[in-house]
């Protein structure tokens, strides 16, 4: 099996500055995107992987540490880059960080007495007739 290299994913130098990556990102994600290639399910793969490349490439600190691991130990990097983001075939700390934020930023924007909320699994505190507060959560 080929070892994948988020560089070479993208098409980009190690070098590249964040605007290049972005800029290539841009135009990967117009080639491979599902709607444009919806009778292509290696096009939905590809995809994935250009998300993922993107996802670690344009965040400086992601960057730093899987350039670090590709100095250390060369085409392994990938899979120890992978190794350090996951919890033994669970979610990935990446995927649980980044439903972390989307649901943290959905609590900031739906109101309290929302009924839907608990429909999306987001906690929400309330206060019954007695003034106690209790929290409901979504099944």
């Known amino acids: 099996m080929a070892q994948e290299d988020y560089y070479q994913v993208l098409g980009v130098d190690q070098n590249a500055t ?19 290639n919806k009778e292509n399910p290696v096009a939905a793969e590809q995809m994935k992987k250009v998300n993922e490349a993107y996802a670690v490439l344009s965040n400086p600190a992601k960057k730093s540490e899987y350039d670090t691991l590709k100095n250390q130990f060369g085409s392994s990097a990938y899979t ?10 669970g ?3 990446f995927s649980r960080n980044f439903t972390a934020r989307v649901t943290s930023s959905l609590n900031s924007k739906i109101p309290g007495d929302l ?3 608990m429909c999306l699994g987001i906690r929400q505190r309330r206060r019954g007739k007695d003034g106690h507060r209790f929290q409901l959560a979504g099944i």
């Open 18 to 36: 964040g605007q290049q990556i972005k800029e290539t990102f841009r135009k990967l994600a117009f080639k491979y995107h599902p709607d444009r």
């Open 80 to 89: 120890h880059f992978r190794n350090n983001y996951s919890d033994s075939g």
């Open 91 to 93: 979610p990935t700390k």
């Open 115 to 117: 009924p839907g909320a």
